[in-house]
């Protein structure tokens, strides 16, 4: 996509049409467009304003192997005992849940080979512990959705794991990360190998009520 056809697309049109994209080509994004993504990210929000997001974006064979074998040992956890047999949601059915599954296993498998891994992490004033995480989390998620807004409209395609990131100590050790700073997002970066289109939600009638809670 140009940069002209990005900038044509509509705010709400993005949104509407983001899907997450785990099946990536291997070929490589240009730089600039890799920083435009930061600078996107960049933009959000943050707790006090204290603008202490990180981006780390991971381009060298031998760190994203690493990562991929962390991944690996996140996505093998959390899918477990449902395997392929995971049915389906009221709001998913099971075909479409496999689908998902199937897409994630593929990326576990191919993640080595996706041009580029952007880790999001927040840089703290103090040795970073579990309390400080789930503090202070909130401020790096808006830079997230950010990233991933400017993905889609660049034609890049995009989806955010936590699942590589539970070993702290290794991703630390991985990205050369000080004490002082914590990873909290890994999003795979790059052109799609599917088809962007409309995201399947719940009804908005579902999931929203006025001054309170009451079915």
């Given at each position: 996509m140009t940069q002209k056809a990005a900038q044509e697309m509509g705010i709400f049109e993005v949104m509407y049409n983001n899907r997450a994209m785990r099946r990536l080509d291997s070929r490589e994004i240009p730089e600039d467009m890799l920083v435009k993504l930061i600078e996107a990210a960049s933009q959000a929000p943050s707790g006090s304003n204290m603008q202490n997001g990180r981006w780390i974006i991971v381009r060298d064979p031998?760190?994203?192997?690493?990562?991929?074998?962390?991944?690996?040992?996140?996505?093998?956890?959390?899918?477990?005992?449902?395997?392929?047999?995971?049915?389906?949601?009221?709001?998913?059915?099971?075909?479409?849940?496999?689908?998902?599954?199937?897409?994630?296993?593929?990326?576990?498998?191919?993640?080595?080979?996706?041009?580029?891994?952007?880790?999001?992490?927040?840089?703290?004033?103090?040795?970073?512990?579990?309390?400080?995480?789930?503090?202070?989390?909130?401020?790096?998620?808006?830079?997230?959705?950010?990233?991933?807004?400017?993905?889609?409209?660049?034609?890049?395609?995009?989806?955010?794991?936590?699942?590589?990131?539970?070993?702290?100590?290794?991703?630390?050790?991985?990205?050369?990360?000080?004490?002082?700073?914590?990873?909290?997002?890994l999003i795979p970066v790059g052109y799609p190998l599917g088809n962007f289109g409309p995201v399947s939600r719940k009804p908005v009638a579902d999931i929203m009520r006025f001054d309170g809670w009451s079915n």
């Amino acid at each position: 996509m140009t940069q002209k056809a990005a900038q044509e697309m509509g705010i709400f049109e993005v949104m509407y049409n983001n899907r997450a994209m785990r099946r990536l080509d291997s070929r490589e994004i240009p730089e600039d467009m890799l920083v435009k993504l930061i600078e996107a990210a960049s933009q959000a929000p943050s707790g006090s304003n204290m603008q202490n997001g990180r981006w780390i974006i991971v381009r060298d064979p031998t760190i994203k192997q690493r990562l991929a074998e962390l991944n690996r040992a996140g996505v093998e956890a959390y899918i477990g005992p449902q395997g392929s047999n995971s049915g389906g949601l009221p709001h998913q059915s099971e075909d479409k849940r496999q689908r998902m599954l199937k897409a994630v296993m593929w990326q576990m498998e191919h993640l080595h080979e996706i041009p580029a891994i952007i880790i999001a992490c927040m840089e703290f004033e103090q040795k970073v512990d579990s309390a400080t995480m789930a503090r202070s989390a909130g401020s790096i998620w808006p830079g997230v959705q950010n990233l991933l807004l400017a993905a889609r409209a660049m034609g890049l395609g995009a989806a955010p794991t936590t699942l590589a990131l539970a070993r702290q100590s290794a991703v630390a050790e991985i990205l050369n990360l000080p004490e002082t700073m914590a990873a909290f997002c890994l999003i795979p970066v790059g052109y799609p190998l599917g088809n962007f289109g409309p995201v399947s939600r719940k009804p908005v009638a579902d999931i929203m009520r006025f001054d309170g809670w009451s079915n």
